[in-house]
């Protein structure tokens, strides 16, 4: 009998209008657990070399895992994966919420979504059944209207629904999807690829659970958290006052992305910290299945210049400064409305901030193109505009019709100037950590499969202290000493590979990095004994390493094959210039120092000096399938 996991992969054929269902054996499971090793398998086996982002061949893949669902906390999240419209390279955003379980209890462990549909069409998974219907009357609908209607249409407002706003129709390249309309799957531009293939949601509703080896090890490990998670300092301040805490924190070190990242720190700071959303418009806290730290911020606000709806959640950290200082704006309610637009309208509200303030900057600076932003003004600052913008960016409409492009292609069309302002990895915006106060972070921006992401491997400074608790807690991964934030020697590197191939299991196993280690409460030892109580495997931390591994050398063959390599593989010009007038002065990276931490990554990883794995690495990790995608470009 198979625990934790259905046995189940629903295929979905929308050309043809089809569904079918595989049946992978338990080492099937064992060796790629789910989310992004799922994604990364179905990509590689299915998914033609070359093929068109937004044509009928891409390969959407929405994958839970072995452990989602399990009732434990942070056991919640699951991701989507294709081929990226915003970097022509492997893609994938990763959500927490309710639905990502909802999809267990219906029946299904992943599902592998080709083709295009003739119509605007939804799917509907419920115990056991899956159903291609039609979605004409929500197409065109925000996110919030259109998961209204199909709740009402299937008769159960406890439906759990994924689903993409207008930017997802009009095929914007950082276009997201929303579940629940506050828990967003928002990178990569996931919500284009629904787009292209006309499917507008999935909806699910399941009563089957979660069957589990030995229940008792779960809830021993779920109660002791729940016990504890008020004395621990790491959890107990994500559910305190979330991330946004970051805010005063960033702005107090100098890491805090101000005005397209020119500078580190920013005046109105305090007016968009956590703290002020504590004081005037947080409604209330919410959280994700099973789990009690309840890290989520929800907003409300009615005045006279806005109203913004509880159901869209609330800013976290990425929205404050992606809105909020990257653009110059202290305005907490222009960018709580900012944050609910982004989540009405389907768009990744990093890339969406990250547009906006570079279009500022090449407006400052005398080089944006005059006919793009005739009669606007665009200035940092001006939250006004920032919040028509978004609108407009979501409707190609515009200046909108060229920030919804990307800075990558914007700053191509516009020239050589502004490249040098363009900032992103692999043409994926930027998030909102700054790489010149955080090495490992850099590293992170440029090495990761998909493109700028800061969930890679922790933040430098959870490893600064021997006293600090994120360092504790990494001991059994053999990381027993501190280092420097800015340090960028072997050792971080070393740092840096056996996190991120930490990190990167929790990306499989439906893991959120709030809930455990180093981020918060749940201990590696915690971890291991999840995986026994749910599936009744004798592992261990070392299995669960390589399995992180396995996933990570997954979607580098894949960008391999596509054609994105180390030539990609670097920062933003940005970065290596020291922020002009705000400390910390003189602070930026070392392009040589950068190049040998590469080179020592690559080589750590066990691929060659091009980045591309080794054939032995790949029988190492139990995948020599992959010497042949690699040589014959499948």
Not at 295 to 324: H, I, M, N, Q, W
Not at 546 to 567: I, M, Q
Request: glycine letters at 12%.
């Amino acid at each position: 009998m198979a625990f934790g996991y259905n046995g189940k992969i629903l295929h979905v054929d929308l050309t043809r209008s089809t569904t079918s269902v595989e049946e992978p054996p338990e080492i099937f499971y064992r060796r790629y657990f789910g989310g992004r090793a799922l994604v990364a398998y179905y990509l590689l086996k299915q998914l033609p070399k070359g093929a068109d982002p937004l044509g009928p061949e891409n390969v959407l893949v929405f994958a839970s895992s072995v452990l989602g669902g399990a009732p434990a906390h942070g056991l919640c999240r699951f991701s989507v994966g294709a081929k990226s419209p915003l970097t022509g390279g492997f893609g994938e955003s990763e959500a927490g919420g309710y639905w990502g379980p909802e999809l267990k209890f219906a029946g299904y462990d992943a599902i592998v979504i080709t083709g295009r549909a003739p119509q605007p069409v939804y799917l509907w998974i419920h115990d056991g059944e899956a159903e291609i219907r039609d979605a004409s009357r929500v197409w065109g609908k925000v996110t919030g209207d259109a998961q209204d209607a199909l709740q009402q249409e299937l008769g159960d407002p406890r439906i759990r629904v994924a689903v993409i706003g207008p930017a997802g129709e009009n095929l914007v390249p950082f276009a997201n999807i929303a579940n629940d309309l506050s828990h967003i799957s928002g990178r990569t531009g996931m919500g284009a690829v629904m787009g292209s293939k006309n499917l507008k949601a999935i909806a699910c509703r399941g009563s089957k659970r979660i069957e589990m080896k030995e229940a008792e090890a779960v809830s021993r490990v779920a109660q002791r958290v729940a016990r504890d998670r008020k004395e621990n300092p790491m959890s107990y301040g994500l559910h305190w006052l979330g991330t946004p805490a970051a805010v005063l924190h960033f702005n107090h070190s100098g890491t805090l992305p101000t005005r397209n990242f020119r500078e580190g720190t920013f005046a109105g700071a305090e007016k968009i910290s956590g703290e002020r959303m504590l004081e005037t418009i947080l409604k209330r806290r919410e959280g994700c299945y099973a789990c009690a730290i309840q890290c989520k911020r929800c907003v409300a606000l009615e005045s006279e210049r806005f109203t913004v709806d509880p159901r869209y959640g609330g800013p976290e950290y990425e929205a404050l400064a992606a809105l909020g200082s990257n653009c110059g704006i202290d305005d907490l309610e222009a960018i709580a409305k900012g944050n609910e637009l982004a989540n009405k309208l389907g768009l990744d509200v990093i890339s969406a901030g990250g547009c906006i303030s570079f279009a500022m900057d090449c407006r400052e600076q005398g080089i944006l193109p005059p006919s793009w932003a005739e009669g606007l003004d665009l200035r940092f600052g001006n939250a006004d505009l920032m919040l028509r913008l978004l609108e407009d960016t979501a409707y190609r409409r515009g200046l909108g019709k060229h920030l919804a492009k990307g800075v990558r292609a914007m700053a191509r069309e516009i020239g050589p100037a502004a490249e040098k302002l363009a900032v992103h990895t692999k043409g994926q915006e930027v998030p909102l950590h700054d790489g010149r106060g955080k090495a490992a972070v850099g590293l992170g921006y440029a090495l990761v499969e998909k493109g700028a992401d800061h969930l890679v491997s922790g933040f430098d400074i959870l490893y600064e202290r021997k006293d600090h608790p994120g360092l504790l807690s990494v001991a059994p991964l053999g990381i027993l000493e501190p280092m420097g934030v800015l340090d960028m020697g072997p050792q971080k590197v070393r740092l840096f590979v056996y996190l991120s191939c930490y990190w990167s299991f929790y990306n499989c196993a439906s893991v959120c990095n709030f809930a455990f280690i180093p981020r918060s409460i749940t201990t590696s030892s915690e971890l291991v004994e999840l995986v026994r109580g749910v599936t009744g495997w004798e592992t261990s931390l070392w299995e669960l390493m390589k399995a992180g591994e396995r996933a990570l050398t997954l979607s580098r063959a894949f960008n391999v094959r596509e054609g994105v390599g180390p030539a990609d593989e670097w920062l933003p010009e940005r970065f290596f210039t020291p922020h002009p007038t705000t400390p910390p002065y003189g602070v930026a990276v070392d392009p040589q120092a950068y190049r040998r931490a590469i080179g020592d990554y690559y080589a750590m990883m066990g691929w060659d000096t091009h980045g591309v794995p080794t054939d032995i690495k790949l029988h190492e990790l139990g995948v020599p399938w992959v010497i042949g995608v690699l040589r014959g470009g499948r």
